[in-house]
């Protein structure tokens, strides 16, 4: 654990454009959901977040800007993805097919099969997904 809070690290995405979006997103309270895949949380052995649980906000330069915490985690499968999720996801999506697009594209991008350690790996309707939903409680370092 890093930082001044000694709090595990929130990430979004990877390191670049998309995660900087993301953060942004967050930080002007668009954003309250966020959408990763049970298969990420399998492999990396670590157990779900629970309602409560605050972490470290993290930006593409490895700074916390941010502590968040967790109000709802739901595991679902992809096809019960619904609007309310499209739009508290802060991206802009206007429906569940926009939204499950862009999610697909990340979800078979080479940075994320590399980390699933499966490089044909695609979702279907029943891919098992991990919905968080948050609240900024705290900015840091001026943010």
């Known amino acids: 654990m890093t930082g001044p809070h000694a709090l595990k690290p929130f990430l979004l995405a990877f390191p670049g454009p998309l995660r900087d979006r993301l953060v942004a997103a967050v930080l002007s309270g668009e954003k ?37 915490e967790v109000t709802e985690v739901r595991v679902l499968p992809l096809a019960e993805a619904d609007l309310q999720l499209a739009l508290d996801e802060g991206e802009g999506y206007l429906s569940v097919p926009q939204w499950r697009a862009a999610h697909e594209d990340f ?27 948050f609240r900024v409680v705290e900015r840091l370092q001026g943010n």
Request: glycine residues 10%; without cysteine; hydrophobic residues 40%.
């Open 32 to 68: 309250v959901a966020t959408t990763g895949l049970l298969a990420e949380w399998l492999i990396e052995g670590e157990d779900l977040p629970e309602p409560g649980e605050r972490s470290a906000l993290v930006d593409s330069d490895g700074r916390e800007v941010a502590v968040v």
């Open 107 to 133: 979800w078979h991008s080479d940075e994320m099969r590399e980390g699933l350690g499966d490089p044909d790996f695609t979702v279907d309707d029943a891919t098992m997904l991990v919905v968080e939903r």
